[in-house]
């Protein structure tokens, strides 16, 4: 049985960030076409729990970026991709026909491999959501800009710069200027795509710490190429190949004691 | 022992590259196709600006005396020279059997006196070329200029002799003539304009009311206080012309004669023979403002060409606002929210391919659809109590900015396109992923990034249709247009009208005008002039431009 995704009218937004719990994300039986050939996922089934951090794993090519993009239906861009299976938060079917896919991705949130800010100033990257959702107020909107700076580990940095061109910042600073931008709308899940991958150790060590403490408001799935990683961020991980989720299991056991042949291949570096 | 030394391997071992593997060849290719274009440009402006900025400076007058000689070339005894007031033109050489032959084209003035404006004198028979410092010439309102030595003039006071040393009274004259001239011209171009389109209004309603007799009285009533005004109007204009009647300038011309010419229609007395560098620079300026800010005379041969340039400016602007949002909008549309198949290829291709179609074939279209279809029409519509007199249904600003307009979508539509592929798709993702429609990410976050290219469509629109001449002789461009497109008066901007504009002008100047040598000097300025204008609305474009890409640079 699928209920139809109830949300909140777009322009209510909840006063305190605290109230987020997350979402209980379930996915059955997916599976995913880019054209009639080409089969990009494969009878993908997985439970992920709010308030914990689910890594993905996998050698390029696997699938793992196009499930994630699953969750928030960025793959509905892609024309003539068709997915089977059912995708369930909190028992709500994302897929159902009358979802509305912008109501579905303010509670979903991405971050993208590459930072990607506006070409606007950071005030304005933060409150780019909060706009579109329909906030004109000033004072909520500087309210919500500063605690969402502050929870992306940024404000500090930006807090006299808040008009300059977001571009002037720098990948690091990018990236949690992003971070900030997605979690300023307040979602419930959080997707984030290889999201340390064009920083330096410095820049991604604090990425690291920020997913750390969003993990208690949050549900938080993230996809990495780097094994330690997803060691250091994860309680699950789901190690993935050609389309197929080979192993799934908490971070510890999966990655010191693996059950399939394959995961161990791929993370004593055998392949992938 | 001596220890070998080492060859250095990235030294060849003989002869070094040729010239031609290192590519020295086409870098020479290069490099003179650009300086070959740069020096084309270069001599472009030059032939211009010599040209046409040169003929403000008052040009020194001679006192030629020339050996008269026969079509035989037999002395002529009864008078062996002849005197010539003259401004030189230029000379030519000619190649005959018997050598060369340089001859000078001198203009001679005095158009009015019958003695032929321009002669061609052989430079064998110039006896002596001498600048008299009393020499002046006159500039009119019509007959182009006058040359001879000031002699007397005549005021409703009295007779003055005038000589080089004591002609304030003629400048004072002239002082005083320009005012009445000036306050002729406001009269004319102000409270009789008006009072003619009352009364065109007013023949307008009494068509419309028919046999109403309570309103026809009252129309009468009008009727006769508009009639009243402007008898007044037109006696006011009367008494002025008359105040300046009795003002003659008598001037000694260089067959001894005196010649007595009405001041009125004197625009300046120019002595260009003892003028100083400060005076003549003044005269200069003076005469490039008048060329900019008078309407033309004599047929397009002299005065100014200031209804060309306001019709010019006009037309492009109400161009560039009619073809920016539907370029823009159309590419929005083809790039953002076509499905890209082959249909969207082959309008694309279409597109493209309609900035190769003549621009005549675009006046034929827009004469014969958008003035006779669309204008007729219109005049069907809401102006049939004016019928038959068309509205819209002839060639107009209007009609002339929508030819131009469709000529230049491609170039916009092009560009705008272009400027939304470079768009990253991750800005794209980063929007839509917060929630955003694509109507809204494409209204906060692509349209703002893709304004430089489309304000660079707009430039290149702008540059071509400043030039184009072709279509709009059929589409509302005139030779000579009374009114500006462009008034205080109700409705402003006259969209009906005909206009004059520069590229035409030049045309019209250059190759249909009776005096092609007076004319000559007038088409380099004029086509300086449209450089200038075009570079103008260029800059301007291309200042707005670099404004918006100041904010997006680091894309």
Partial sequence: MSAELSLKPRHLLPAKANKRTGMNVSVDGLSLYYDRHTKALDDVSLRIKRQQVTAFIGPSGCGKSTLLRCFNRMNDQIEGCRIEGRIRMDKMDIYHPRVDVSLLRRRVGMVFQKPNPFPMSVYENVAYGLRIGGLRRRRELDEVVERSLRAAALWDEVKDRLNENALALSGGQQQRLVIARTIAVEPDVLLLDEPASSLDPISTLKIEELIYELKSRYTIIIVTHNMQQAARVSDMTAFMYQGRVIEFDTADRLFTNPKEKQTEDYITGRYG | MAKKKRRNPFIPKGDPQSWFARGEPLLWFNASGVTLSLLLVGALLYLLTANGLAHFWPKPLYSLSVAATGTDGSENESEPTKRLYVER???????????????????????????????????????????????????????????????????????????????????????????????????????????????????????????????????????????????????????????????????????????????????????????????????????????????????????????????????????????????????????????????????????????????????????????????????????????????????????????????????????????????????????????????????????????????????????????????????????????????????????????????????????????????????????????????????????????????????
């Fill in chain 2, 89 to 555: 033109v230029r000379t030519e050489v000619s190649t005959h059997a018997t050598g060369e032959q340089r001859s000078t084209l001198f203009r001679r003035g005095n158009r009015d006196r019958g003695d032929g404006e321009f002669v061609w004198v052989n430079d064998e028979n110039v006896v002596s070329l001498s600048r008299p410092a009393e020499l002046v010439r006159v500039l009119r309102e019509a007959w182009g200029p006058a040359y001879g030595e000031l002699q007397s003039l005549e005021t409703p006071r009295g007779t003055v002799a005038l000589s080089p040393d004591a002609d304030q009274a003629l400048y004072e004259a002239l002082d005083r003539i320009d005012a009445v001239r000036s306050k002729m011209a406001a009269l004319e171009n102000g409270t009789i304009r008006k009072l003619n389109r009352e009364a065109q209004r007013l023949y307008q309603r009494e068509r419309a009311i028919g046999g109403d007799a309570p309103l026809a009285e009252e129309l009468g009533k009008e009727q006769a206080r508009l009639s009243a005004a402007f008898t007044g109007a037109q006696r006011d204009m009367l008494e002025m012309a008359q105040s300046i009647e009795p003002y003659w300038l008598t001037l000694r011309v260089d067959s001894g004669e005196l010649w007595r010419l009405p001041l009125a229609s004197v625009l300046a007395v120019q002595h260009p023979n003892s003028m100083s560098y400060v005076e003549k620079l003044e005269s200069w300026a003076l005469q490039l403002w008048a060329f900019l800010s008078t309407a033309p005379r004599e047929s397009n041969t002299e005065g100014g060409v200031f209804p060309a340039i306001v019709g010019t400016v006009v037309m492009v602007l109400l161009m560039s606002v009619i073809v920016a949002p539907f370029g823009v909008l159309a590419a929005i549309y083809l790039h953002e929210y076509a499905k890209q198949d082959w249909k969207t290829r082959l309008i694309r291709i279409g597109v493209n391919n309609l900035a190769g179609v003549p621009s005549i074939v675009y006046g034929v279209f827009g004469l014969g659809f958008l003035v006779y279809v669309v204008g007729g029409e219109l005049d069907k519509l809401f102006y049939s109590d004016a019928l038959p007199s068309p509205t819209f249904g002839a060639p107009g600003l209007l009609w002339a900015s929508i030819t131009l307009a469709l000529l230049t979508l491609p170039v916009v539509i092009v560009a705008t396109e272009e400027g939304l592929a470079r768009i990253p798709q991750s800005l794209r993702d980063g929007s839509l992923a917060l929630g955003a429609t694509r109507f809204e990410t494409l209204w906060r976050i692509i349209v703002p990034i893709a304004t430089p290219a489309m304000m660079t469509g707009v430039i290149l629109a702008i540059a071509r249709a400043a030039g184009e001449v072709a279509p709009l002789m059929l589409v509302g461009v005139v030779k000579l247009a009374p009114a500006l497109p462009i008034d205080s008066h109700y409705p402003y901007l006259h969209l009906d009208q005909k206009f004059m504009h520069l590229g035409y002008h030049v045309f019209d100047v250059g190759f249909q005008s009776a005096n092609i040598e007076a004319a000559r000097p007038l088409v380099y300025a004029t086509a300086l002039l449209l450089v200038v204008l075009t570079i103008g609305l260029n800059l301007f474009a291309v200042l707005l431009r670099n404004h918006l890409r100041e904010k997006y640079k680091a894309l």
